[in-house]
């Protein structure tokens, strides 16, 4: 299994950015993926997941301005990321639970700075 995540960066407050997880190694259809986020010291915290059907949760503090989906055929999870506080700079990251064990990709470093 193996999830690489792209697409993060520097971007002004209110601004956005649209992070991407390519996933390979597992039915990718079958199974939820989600976006976890770490900035030290916190905890790394779930964002939100998106469920094989197309069911989707995000934790309140980016409910409406996050939104996760999935595209089955190119085995890829997005998270689109609008009104971008600083309190989201956080090192972002692809995760799953597939074939009986959670897998992360290496993260990627989102910084909401003017």
């Known amino acids: 299994v193996k999830l690489v995540e792209s697409g993060g960066g520097l971007v002004q407050p209110g601004g956005s950015l649209r992070l991407s997880c390519a996933a390979s190694g597992f039915t990718f259809s079958r199974y939820p993926m989600s976006w976890y986020r770490q900035a030290p010291p916190k905890e790394r915290e779930l964002v939100a997941t998106?469920?094989?059907?197309?069911?989707?949760y995000y934790v309140d503090s980016v409910q409406g301005r996050f939104t996760i989906s999935r595209d089955n055929a190119k085995n890829t999870v997005y998270l689109q990321m609008n009104s971008l506080k600083p309190e989201d700079t956080a090192v972002y990251y692809c995760?799953?639970?597939?074939?009986?064990?959670?897998?992360w990709g290496q993260g990627t470093q989102v910084t909401v700075s003017s």
């Open positions: 998106i469920t094989s059907v197309g069911n989707t």
């Open positions: 995760q799953t639970n597939a074939l009986y064990s959670s897998y």
